[in-house]
């Protein structure tokens, strides 16, 4: 077992290292941008209309603040994530697999992260996998040494801060988590209002602080309002797609589900001994939590598995715990056969095309925009994460609006709340009036430049002030006209 670990390890290692050159893509440069602002003064939800919780706001402000914005920096937050990330699932496998077994759990994270490729780097479904594995461990910890309540509440806290990351996973094994801290505390002759008391109020001290913070910088009020007018009614509903996406037309993800999954199964048939404790019992509530996690976002894609992905994993260790030849034997050839999977498409994904189309079409965005941006002087982008958010983060220059994707206003477009946007949007524009305006043509969900055609004033304005200065590759540039 030993060499085969060893060379999981080395090939962790290798693809660690061949991601070194992976630039900051996808989602990162929008939360890079949103904790640039956030440096700048500008408060979350109030002045920065964006849809998620503020606690991934918080990671990359100080991200920014203290690494830049850099492409390396961001390599390195990633891979020392996910060091974190395999450290603490090594520390909660132990007592299931022994070093081995443990070893083995966390080598399987590590390349299943790294074979997604460069746009699962930093994803807040990854983020969250370490508060969850250390919250899982707290629980743990308490079962094992009945009546203490301090990993109790760390175990709350951890839940509770991977949900400000992302509330799905994290809110089902918090709550999860409390039953399991009243039955911890009652094992231990402790009241089981103690146990549930303590996991409980760990998580509230974290919301505490998060949403205090917020509410200090004047952003909660328009945290809920944006939640009760837009998240809830609208966004959680958008782009939803079958579940089965993440895996249709993918080889490698059907074959790595029936050998991750036969691992599991190998590893859940191990009887249950003394050093276990709860964890196996948790490791199958983070299962659960991971699913739902999935199933709630509705979008199919693979980052979104990460959770779940953290939790098969811990699941796998028993099966090293296993002193028979055979059955050691197996485990063996299942987990080789798991990693080499993970391997390979660890190294298809490492230089894929999209990756470096992106990256040069940031540079040219930002290279066409430069000399049309007077210091000082703003310019808004019509995007998601095709890269036009990225150039602004490159140049260091803000929006007139607090709408930094444009996404919003192109579904529902009868209801008076979108159309109450698109008047916020365009009074902004009249306000702000930016040196320029750029359209990128890949968008979610709604992709092409015809898109202005379904916003009428938008296309007015931009005819009226506005001129075609640069029809470049995937994005257009509307620079103002001289007087406007």
Known sequence: MKPTLAASALLAGYLGWRSLGWPLIHDAPLFHYIGWLVGQGLVPYRDIFDMNLPGIYLVHWAIVAVLGAGDLAWRLVDLGWLAATAGALFAFSLPLGGREGAAASAILFALYHLAGGAWRAGQRDFLLCVFLAAGASGLARAWDRPG?????????????????????????????????????????????????GATAGGGLAVLALVFGWLAWRGGLGAFVDEYREYVLPFYGFLGREPLWQAVEGHAYARTLIVLLGALVLWGSLVPARP??????????????????????????????????ALFLCALVAPAFAVRARLVRAAAVVLFAATAL????????????????????????????????????????????????????????V?????????????????????????????????????????????????????????FPALRDLLARDYVLAVDGDGYRIYAKRSGS
């Open 275 to 308: 050093a276990f404790g709860i964890r196996r019992p948790l490791a199958a509530l983070g299962i659960a939590a991971g699913l739902f996690h999935f199933v709630m976002q509705g979008k199919g894609w693979e980052y979104h598995l990460s959770p779940l």
């Open 341 to 396: 999977v993970l391997g390979v498409k660890g190294v298809q994904a490492m230089d894929a095309p999209w990756i470096d189309d992106k990256a040069h079409r940031v540079a040219a965005l930002a290279r066409d925009l430069a000399p049309r941006v007077p210091p000082g002087a703003t310019v808004q982008v019509m995007d998601t994460t095709a890269g036009g958010v990225h150039a602004l983060l490159r140049l260091g």
């Open 398 to 454: 803000r929006q007139p609006t607090r709408f930094i994707y444009d996404f919003h206003f192109f579904h529902h477009v009868a209801d008076a709340r979108i159309q109450a946007l698109r008047a916020e949007f365009l009074r902004g524009l009249e306000r702000g009036r930016p040196a320029a305006v750029v359209v990128m043509r890949e968008t979610w969900p709604r992709p092409g430049y015809e898109r202005l055609e379904a």
């Open 148 to 196: 203490a309540l301090w990993p109790l509440a760390l175990a709350g806290a951890a839940f509770a801060t991977a949900f400000t990351l992302k509330p799905y996973g994290p809110a089902l094994l918090w709550l999860g988590g409390i039953v399991a801290g009243a039955f911890a505390a009652r094992r231990g002759g402790r009241a089981a209002l103690a146990g549930a």
